[in-house]
Structures are given as C-alpha cells and as structure tokens.
C-alpha cells in the first residue's frame, strides 16, 4: 500500500492483559514515530526509530511499554500488564528521512481500549 | 522545557471567514514548525510547514506566519469552508531534532 497502516484498528482488551500493536510504515522510510493521543489532546511522543536503531525512547510511560523494529521496517509497541490509563490512540509515523525534519506520515492509529 | 500552547481551542468560522490558530512554543531544537490536520478516525496529515528564513509561508489558502522574537507562530486559513472543518495541531521539534512536541490542538467549525 502507499501510507502508514496499523493493526489492529481497534483493540479491546481487560485491565492486566497484554497487548502488541503492528505498524507497517511507507517502504523505505528511515524514520518511525510512536505517539500516544489521548481523546481531546495532540500526540504525544513515546519513541524514534532511525532504521533498527531506536534512538529516542524518552516518552514511554513506564516501563510496561517496549516498542522494537528489528529489521527497521514493521515496528511493534508492545504494553504489558494494561492499566486503564492505557486507553487512547495509538499512532505511529514515519518519515523519509532521519530525525523530524520533513513531512511525517501518519496511520489511522489503534484505537486501544482498557476495561 | 518542551513545551507548545495553541490556541484558542475551538473555533467557529462563517464560510468564506479567516481562521486564526495561535501557538507559542519554548526553546526548540531548530526552527520548523509544522501544522497537521485531523479529521474523525484519522491519522493527521501534514497541512504546511514551515522553516522560518522568513517570517510567512502561503500555500493557497493557508498562510503561517513566524514570529521568532516572541516565539509564536499561526495559522491564517483565508476564506475559510466547510471541508475545512477538522483538528488542527501546531508542532515544534526538540530533542536534538528527534522528537516533534504537538499542541493540544483546535477544533474548527467552519458554517455553511
């Protein structure tokens, strides 16, 4: 396909379990992005990949967030143990070239939900 | 501090009104400064950016001017219209440029 997608869509899941969201990024894009979007609020950063190499994880939560990109194409944000403040929407980036500079295309985002 | 305040946070324009979206931001890692729209279940989308050499960018309706000295910058949609309704987020990068910190967004209506 020619943008970012993600799965699964939408995500239900009960307080403790855990979860892995997939992102498929535009091929050959150097940069990807995870960020966090709460209902009513912008993204929030969770962690820069430049290829394999996962630069920047300064925006995870806790450590019950781990997100890789082993081959530095499809990335995985992995959550253990959900906790309810976990709910929102998960968005993952990328972009061309290296760092921020450029134009960051977005998928359509998990939406997770923590009962 | 990685901080960028937008406002206002929501708006209502008349067809054919000029919207104005405003956003501060603190010390960041170099000047660039973009805006992204969302529609409902969508991921934002880049709308313009910017790299201010100089103090305004046009892209058809879409204008960003650039204030460095009072670290603010905006958003002016000329004759504004109802496909324009959507999420609009201003953003900044920081991190040694890694990182884009976004506003907390507006919410434009604009009336037929």
């Known amino acids: 396909g020619a943008g970012v997608s993600q799965s699964p869509r939408y995500k239900v899941a009960k307080r403790g379990q855990d979860v892995a969201l997939r992102c498929d990024p535009i091929?050959?894009?150097?940069?990807l992005f995870w960020y966090q979007q709460a209902l009513g609020q912008g993204p929030e950063f969770l962690t820069y990949f430049q290829n394999e190499a996962q630069l920047d994880k300064s925006g995870l939560p806790s450590d019950r967030f781990f997100a890789e990109r082993p081959e530095g194409s499809v990335s995985t944000l992995k959550i253990q143990r959900t906790q309810q403040e976990d709910s929102a929407v998960y968005l993952c980036?990328?972009?061309?070239?290296?760092?921020?500079?450029?134009?960051?295309?977005f998928g359509p985002g998990t939406r997770l939900t923590v009962l | 501090q990685q901080q960028v305040k937008q406002s206002p946070q929501s708006l209502i324009v008349q067809k054919g009104g000029i919207s104005i979206i405003n956003c501060a931001y603190e010390?960041?890692?170099?000047?660039?400064f973009p805006w992204y729209q969302q529609f409902p279940g969508k991921g934002p989308a880049l709308l313009i950016a910017i790299r201010p050499d100089v103090s305004e960018k046009k892209e058809g309706r879409f204008t960003i001017s650039f204030n460095k000295s009072a670290k603010q910058f905006s958003l002016h949609i000329m004759d504004s219209q109802p496909g324009d309704s959507a999420t609009y987020f201003c953003?900044?990068?920081?991190?040694?440029?890694?990182?884009?910190?976004f506003g907390a967004g507006t919410i434009l209506r604009v009336k037929s």
């Open positions: 091929s050959g894009h150097v940069s």
């Open positions: 010390n960041t890692a170099f000047d660039y």
């Open positions: 980036a990328s972009l061309r070239t290296s760092g921020v500079l450029g134009e960051q295309f």
């Open positions: 953003a900044a990068p920081y991190e040694y440029g890694n990182k884009l910190v």
